[in-house]
T-cell receptor, first 112, second 113 residues
Framework: SQTIHQWPATLVQPVGSPLSLECTVE??????LYWYRQAAGRGLQLLFY??????ISSEVPQNLSASRPQDRQFILSSKKLLLSDSGFYLC???????????FGSGTRLTVV | AQSVTQPDIHITVSEGASLELRCNYS??????LFWYVQSPGQGLQLLLK??????LVQGIKGFEAEFKRSQSSFNLRKPSVHWSDAAEYFC???????????FGAGTILRVKS
């Protein structure tokens, strides 16, 4: 069966520090991968999605970047965190046909 | 452009009472519709989905949703709410391929005993 792993679960980082969040999927190949951010009371904002290795689409301009170095690995990064980067980050995958998303358990990022 | 509206930010119901969470969407083609639930600090779990066919779909945990094309709605219902249903609920709409779902802002459900 397919599983999705996301880590770390919580992270407290100072302003100006770098960020790396990792997401991996098991049990499937060539998934679509997504990074969402959830700020309090603001629903889910799609940050990046990827349909293949090295193929990244950015949905909103921001202080973050994403990479997909392997088929089932999706990384969210920042060179210098801002206070406004705080939030709950969710990774998700979907297949190539209709089926919706499967979400990871999320990372709570607090920038201090 | 695709959009999803969940008019109710918060809803409070008594345990054992019925529940209906509203969802309205705007989409230029045949919509593929989903409901997700999120417990505090957790990821989202798929409750149910609608692609085609019978407009009343059954999901997990006793939830159901009805697709009404004329009203552009996909409301979530449960006949009798349990305290464990307290969570945030998200409606989403997307295309059949590409799967870039658009989510509503969510409805927080509180259950009082």
């Amino acid at each position: 069966s397919q599983t999705i792993h996301q880590w770390p679960a919580t992270l407290v980082q100072p302003v100006g520090s770098p960020l790396s969040l990792e997401c991996t999927v098991e049990g499937t190949s060539n998934p679509n991968l997504y990074w969402y951010r959830q700020a309090a009371g603001r629903g889910l904002q799609l940050l990046f999605y990827s349909v293949g290795i090295g193929q990244i689409s950015s949905e909103v301009p921001q202080n973050l970047s994403a990479s997909r170095p392997q088929d089932r690995q999706f990384i969210l990064s920042s060179k210098k965190l801002l206070l406004s980067d705080s939030g709950f980050y969710l990774c998700a995958w979907s297949g190539r046909t209709v089926g919706g998303y499967t979400f990871g358990s999320g990372t709570r990022l607090t920038v201090v | 452009a695709q959009s999803v509206t969940q008019p109710d930010i918060h809803i409070t119901v008594s345990e054992g009472a019925s529940l209906e969470l509203r969802c309205n969407y705007s989409y230029g083609a045949t919509p593929y519709l989903f409901w997700y639930v999120q417990s505090p600090g957790q990821g989202l779990q798929l409750l149910l989905k609608y692609f085609s066919g019978d407009t009343l779909v059954q999901g997990i945990k006793g939830f159901e949703a009805e697709f009404k094309r004329s009203q552009s709605s996909f409301n979530l219902r449960k006949p009798s709410v349990h305290w464990s249903d307290a969570a945030e609920y998200f409606c989403a709409v997307g295309p059949p391929y590409g799967n870039k779902l658009v989510f509503g802002a969510g409805t927080i459900l509180r259950v009082k005993s």
